[in-house]
């Protein structure tokens, strides 16, 4: 078992920056795809990013392409997520999620996933 807690959410002007950090305990997590997540009110959960076990493959979702960048500490066991120019279409529930297996293709499901953090808001004011 794998669990996650999510930090570093928190209100910020359009424009700004923030970085999350998600924290895993249980086991390593160097065996395993992780990915970031989030969710607005009204709306499914949507992927946003993922990266694979040794960190040498992401991906991004269109819309924070350019502007986000994950990556991972596998020897702190943490996995991050910088996101940049951030505006109020950022606004949502950020959650951390791990895979049980490890796989050189970053996965964009959040069927593939089988751990998931409690999640951390992040407010963009315009």
């Known amino acids: 078992q794998v669990q996650l807690a999510e930090s570093g959410g928190e209100l910020v002007q359009t424009g700004g920056s923030l970085r999350l950090s998600c924290a895993a305990s249980g086991r390593t997590i160097s065996t395993s795809n992780m990915g970031w997540f989030r969710q607005s009110p009204g709306k499914e959960r949507e992927f946003v990013t993922a990266i694979n076990w040794s960190g040498g493959v992401t991906d991004y979702a269109d819309s924070v392409k350019g502007r986000f960048t994950i990556s991972r500490d596998n020897a702190a066991n943490r996995l991050y997520l910088q996101m940049n120019s951030l505006k109020p279409e950022d606004t949502a529930v950020y959650y951390c999620?791990?895979?049980?297996?490890?796989?050189?293709?970053?996965?964009?499901?959040?069927?593939?996933?089988?751990?998931w953090g409690q999640g951390t808001q992040v407010t963009v004011s315009s």
């Open positions: 999620a791990a895979m049980r297996i490890a796989d050189y293709v970053p996965r964009r499901g959040a069927v593939f996933y089988d751990y």
